[in-house]
């Protein structure tokens, strides 16, 4: 991962805040990231990157899909002003090929992640409850 976020320095992408998925996945990074900042973050669930494979493997072990260590991944957020050529950057390395825009930082708040499903509707995405999984690596 740090091919890519070498580029993102040295094109002067004004970085917010980068954030690994190794453990608890998006969900969790992104309530760490509102918790730490008092921020409202908003996504966008069609938005998000999941291979189908994944999708797949997930909903036959009932698993939600942002609720999973994301090995080899991170969370970026970016000035608002870099964040096209930000993605034309990481788009251009293997490991982050598939980098997408997947929501934004809404307002100054209590802290809280809010997802907009695929049919439309909003809800909270909290911080994943019980035990996580255990590392294999």
């Known amino acids: 991962m740090h091919e890519p976020v070498l580029k993102l320095l040295e094109a002067g992408i004004e970085i ?7 453990r608890g996945g998006l969900a969790s990074a992104l309530n760490e990231i509102a918790e730490a900042a008092g921020m409202k973050i908003a996504i966008e669930e069609k938005a998000v990157p999941v291979r189908e ?8 072990l009932g698993f ?4 999973v260590a994301n090995e080899g991944r991170f ?6 002003k870099d964040a096209d ?3 034309q950057i ?3 390395h293997d490991v982050s090929a598939g980098a997408a825009l997947i929501g934004k930082v809404v307002e100054k708040s209590a ?3 809010t997802l907009r499903s695929a049919i439309g509707a909003s809800r909270i995405l909290d911080m994943p409850s019980g035990e996580q ?3 294999i690596c």
Do not use: S
């Open 90 to 92: 990481l788009r251009r």
């Open 85 to 87: 050529r930000a993605l």
């Open 64 to 67: 939600d899909p942002l609720h």
């Open 16 to 22: 917010h805040c980068l954030r690994d998925l190794t």
């Open 111 to 113: 802290p809280l992640v």
């Open 53 to 60: 494979d994944v999708h797949a493997a997930c909903e036959m």
């Open 75 to 80: 969370v970026a957020f970016v000035a608002v």
């Open 133 to 135: 999984l255990p590392r």
